[in-house]
């Protein structure tokens, strides 16, 4: 149980577009989620948490109009990053939490985007 | 900024028990702790976590000194599969309309040797 998916697990997508990940609860409901990201030889970074039907909430230097994170679903939350740069190439996490089960963290598998 | 100290890196052969420290000597009496690993390029995945008993589960066990300032994690026989950065987080219990964070230090590079 407690299994979470991502998709897509690799984009490759040119500078200046939009890529879209979907992160999913495949055997739970999440009423929380969480995006991470996580640059080569570094620890991974909270970049925003949400709440099912609720507006996400940012970390500190965070741009929210260029990570747009909906949580529509207890089943899906989607992160798009918008007019991707180079600089936003890295590695992508997410992690949910139900309400049965608080204080742990499930995490999908991750999504490696590169901007060219 | 990661309320724990673990060493960067540990060695340890295919069979024996792996003992991965960790320090939080400023842990508040209502945090717990927990530990997450991470195989190169995945996400990570949750071991076990404790608030002052020691515990175990499937995969490991978690020893807390009675003080709380420190922690060790065994895995009682490593496999190859478990190479991997361990991370050592202390966190309060979700709860309260309050966000329930996870902040991730460097963690600990286990290799596991055949």
């Known amino acids: 149980g407690a299994v979470v998916s991502q998709h897509p697990s690799r984009v490759i997508c040119k500078s200046g577009t939009s890529v879209k990940i979907e992160c999913r609860s495949l055997?739970?409901?999440?009423?929380?989620m969480f995006w991470y990201r996580q640059f080569p030889k570094q620890s991974l970074m909270l970049m925003a948490t949400?709440?099912?039907?609720?507006?996400?909430?940012?970390e500190q230097g965070v741009e929210k109009d260029k990570f747009l994170i909906n949580h529509a679903s207890l089943t899906l939350s989607t992160l798009t990053v918008t007019s991707a740069h180079p600089e936003d190439s890295s590695f992508y996490i997410c992690?949910?939490?139900?309400?049965?089960?608080?204080?742990?963290?499930?995490f999908g598998p991750g999504t490696r985007l590169t901007v060219l | 900024d990661a309320k724990t100290t673990q060493p960067p890196s540990m060695d340890c052969a295919e069979g024996r028990a792996a003992n991965l420290p960790c320090n939080h000597s400023?842990?508040?009496?209502?945090?717990?702790v927990y530990w997450y690993r991470q195989i190169h390029s995945q996400g990570p995945q949750y071991i076990i976590h404790?608030?002052?008993n020691n515990e175990t589960n499937e995969m490991a066990s978690l020893i807390i000194t009675e003080d709380r300032k420190s922690s060790t994690l065994i895995l009682p026989h490593a496999t190859l599969r478990d190479t991997a950065v361990y991370y050592c987080?202390?966190?309060?219990?979700?709860?309260?309309?309050?966000?329930?964070?996870?902040?991730f230090g460097k963690g600990t590079l286990l290799t596991v040797n055949p």
């Open positions: 400023t842990i508040s009496g209502n945090e717990y």
């Open positions: 992690s949910a939490s139900s309400a049965g089960q608080v204080d742990t963290q499930y």
């Open positions: 055997d739970f409901q999440a009423t929380t």
């Open positions: 987080i202390v966190n309060p219990p979700m709860g309260g309309g309050s966000n329930y964070k996870l902040t």
């Open positions: 404790g608030l002052k």
């Open positions: 949400s709440n099912e039907g609720s507006k996400a909430t940012y």
